[in-house]
């Protein structure tokens, strides 16, 4: 792109209805915040499970910054590493059934520096087409080979397996969601598990929606499918959805991690997470496996809504999850929904291509624990007066 041709691009953006702009918050995350002097209903966020402002988890932030100060000065093999980190590493290792995890600062750093530090030229990556954009550019910066295949098509995943098992292929690799941030479906993780077996791949699941939520636990989805570390060798999972604070870490084998500690450049060359985040997802953790009536209150929600959309007789996709979408169509229209929406007070936001494939915009409905029964009730009475599509 020539510095001269942004400003046509920018202007194409807008009539595309694709154009991207930012709404400033003035509240703490949570179901009603505040823009601009105004109250909304907010019905987008991730944090599934409502820790983003909980008062516990605050006041561990806080007593940690108070202790350790607000920045970790620098990397984690220079001095930046710090008891709490440790213990958080080790109680998201234990929560996972993992023998060792490794924090990174970002779920996207985590993608970026375990699929690098892994696979490379010559080698073949196996990604689902609906993958989050960290894995596919993750998988492209490796420079192996991507095969995507259709979403969920574990017949078109076999195909490709056995088309590469047939030649001299060093290293393979599965990558997937576990949970599909913009579709709300979960992965055959299962039947994942035994074809990366049968064919001597990696498997790498990145279960960002499902941590906190999924599981008896709260473990995830592997938790839910009782997969082991043997079954799922690597597993990727962020801090900054249903834990509420930042941050993201890889849980495995002590000797994959050991090993990331040595290559995965995005964990090498950057400062640690401060630690007061660390001490924050630590108090979040501890909700989590204690407080189980989040998780079933949002199970139920979630019921809340589906069997309201469902009278209401709108194209709501299939998902069992906090992830609710709506599609809608073209972004034009969509944009114009959550315009409408927004008027009335309620947060949704529209999620349009590249983000989701052509002519399937749609409104990302997320629930929370935090939500009540009337929140989805109003919700539901403002759908029913959606705009009709020109």
């Known amino acids: 792109m020539r510095p001269n041709e942004i400003p046509a691009f920018l202007q194409q953006q807008r009539q595309q209805s694709l154009y991207r702009s930012t709404r400033m918050v003035e509240s703490a995350q949570q179901t009603h915040i505040k823009i601009e002097n105004k109250t909304y209903l907010n019905f987008c966020s991730n944090d599934y499970l409502g820790l983003a402002n909980h008062p516990d988890v605050i006041q561990a932030f806080q007593n940690a910054a108070n202790h350790y100060g607000v920045g970790t ?5 220079i001095n930046g590493h710090s008891c709490i980190h440790q213990q958080l590493e080790q109680a998201l290792a234990e929560f996972t059934g993992r023998q060792n995890a490794l924090l990174f600062s970002t779920g996207y750093m985590a993608n970026m520096g375990t699929i690098n530090a892994l696979m490379q030229r010559g080698d073949v990556i196996h990604a689902d087409r609906l ?36 030649k001299p292929c060093p290293n393979q690799m599965i990558v997937c969601d576990a949970v599909f941030s913009m579709d709300g479906d979960l992965a055959p993780v299962k039947q994942l598990s035994k074809l990366a077996k049968q064919n001597q791949a990696w498997l790498m699941l990145d279960d960002a929606h499902g941590l906190g939520v999924l599981g008896k636990t709260g473990a995830g989805l592997l938790e839910q499918e009782n997969l082991s570390e043997q079954d799922v060798p690597i597993l990727m999972a962020t801090l900054g959805k249903a834990l509420g604070t930042a941050g993201a870490f890889i849980a495995g084998s002590e000797d994959l991690i050991e090993y990331l500690k040595q290559t995965a450049r995005t ?71 959550s315009e409408a929406l927004y008027q009335q007070g309620i947060l949704v936001s529209a999620i349009r291509p590249p983000t989701v494939p052509k002519n399937t915009a749609r409104l990302r409905i997320t629930l929370s624990a935090m939500h009540s029964e009337e929140d989805v009730v109003r919700l539901l009475e403002a759908l029913q007066k959606l705009p009709a599509q020109a």
């Open 73 to 77: 000065g620098s990397a984690h093999l």
């Open 131 to 166: 993958n989050h954009a960290s894995l596919i550019d993750a998988s492209l910066l490796s420079k192996a080979r991507m095969l995507r295949y259709r979403h969920n098509d574990l017949s078109h995943l076999h195909k490709n397996l056995q088309k590469q098992t047939l």
């Open 267 to 337: 964990w090498i060359y950057t400062t640690a997470m401060p630690s007061a985040i660390a001490a924050a997802s630590l108090e979040s953790l501890r909700i989590v496996k204690q407080e189980t009536w989040r998780r079933e209150k949002l199970q139920a929600l979630i019921k809340q809504f589906q069997e309201g959309v469902q009278q209401l007789g709108l194209r709501l996709m299939p998902s069992d999850t906090a992830i609710q979408p709506i599609v809608l169509g073209s972004a034009s229209y969509a944009v114009q929904v």
